[in-house]
């Protein structure tokens, strides 16, 4: 495995579900630290501060560390462990997953499972089977069993999703590449700029809660004060068997996605544009995305700080997002990394106060 796929490896395989960051705040405190000065806010997000030549421009990159997952809110007097989700799971992609229940005494793994289907009525049997009809088992045969093993009602769970380097060796799977490629994307770009002379003054932020209403985006966004933000994310494509033309147009492999429109954000049209034309300039491939997407970003709360901060979304398209078994592509990733590089040397105090003269 090359430096990205151990990244990426390491960062989507540790746990953070919204609340409950620990493990992978740990890993990226350990990396943002060879990087500049580490900071946080009083949520959990981590600030990374790195000085270029100028103190100003504040450029605010964003990339949220927690993942999709659940907390413990029930045993059962048989040993079963009902759940509450964090975050927003498709019901179809649960059941027969495994899982990690965080606890005190440590780990314990179990599965998703619920009636089994010999037991169904016909009509029971056609429809899906709600999460809320789940349970996670771990094999116990009472609650004093569970119990026993450290099982706390509220104890957070982590979906349990390996990173698997796919045929061919370009793509990737796992759990969590979003947003844990998102923080690689900034990880990777904050180390190759380093070496390279930058303008103004660059804050990579971890943020912490995206998934239950961006909330490390709007404490971070206060504490950091940005003249301007990139929002680095994961977004779901559809480029499948059953899928129309249009839900097609975004594919893996084509490049990153740069959002021109969202239902909770539009973002800043110059600094949109700066990041289409320097994909153009350098033979980047990027793809636009302007549709209705479901859910949050961090933009959406970081855009309407203050005045307003010039803000634009900058995504991997990823395969089944929220679910155990994403699918990545490494162009999408080196892509990325260049544009977003390309583009945070141009970002000087002209070209940021360019962006909101009106
Ligand atoms: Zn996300």
């Given amino acids: 495995m090359d430096e990205v796929q151990v990244l990426l490896k390491e960062l989507t395989q540790a746990g953070g579900v919204p609340g409950h960051e620990d493990d992978v705040r740990r890993l990226l405190q350990g990396h943002l630290r060879q990087l500049g000065e580490v900071g946080h806010d009083k949520l959990g997000s981590v600030i990374c501060t790195k000085q270029g030549e100028s103190a100003e421009p504040r450029v605010m990159l964003a990339a949220h560390m927690d993942e999709i997952g659940f907390m413990v809110s029930h045993i059962t007097k048989d040993g079963f462990v009902r759940f509450a989700t964090l975050g927003g ?17 440590g780990d314990v793994p179990g599965t998703i499972g619920a009636k089994p289907p010999h037991l169904l009525s016909d009509e029971e049997r056609s429809k899906m089977v709600a999460n809320k009809d789940m349970y996670m088992d771990i094999g116990a045969t009472s609650r004093e069993e569970v119990e026993e093993a450290g099982v706390r009602v509220a104890d957070p769970i982590v979906p349990v999703g390996e990173f698997t380097v796919l045929a061919g060796g370009r793509s990737y799977l796992s759990k969590a590449f979003d947003d844990r490629a998102g923080c690689a994307v900034m990880l990777t770009a904050m180390r190759r700029m380093s070496s390279i002379a930058h303008p103004n003054t660059l804050l990579a932020v971890a943020t912490v809660q995206e998934e239950v209403g961006l909330r490390g985006a709007r404490t971070s966004v206060q504490t950091v004060n940005p003249d301007v933000a990139i929002i680095l994310e994961a977004t779901g494509v559809g480029d499948v068997p059953g899928v129309g ?3 097609q147009a975004l594919r893996l492999g084509r490049g990153p996605v740069i959002t021109f ?7 800043n049209l110059p600094l949109r544009d700066l990041l289409r034309d320097t994909a153009e300039k350098h033979d980047i491939p990027v793809q636009i995305r302007a549709d209705r997407i479901r859910g ?20 991997l398209p990823v395969r089944y997002v929220h679910s155990h078994s994403s699918i990545m592509h490494r162009a999408d990733f080196d892509a990325a990394v260049d544009l977003l590089t390309g583009v945070l040397q141009q970002l000087d105090r002209k070209t940021v106060s360019g962006l909101t003269e009106w």
């Fill in 89 to 105: 799971w498709w019901d179809h992609v649960l059941l027969g997953q495994r899982v990690v229940i965080k606890t005190k005494k």
């Fill in 245 to 247: 033309e249009e839900g």
């Fill in 261 to 267: 429109y969202r239902q909770d954000m539009i973002p």
């Fill in 296 to 315: 949050g970003t961090d933009g959406a709360a970081i855009h309407l700080h203050g005045s307003g901060v010039p803000t634009v979304v900058l995504s």
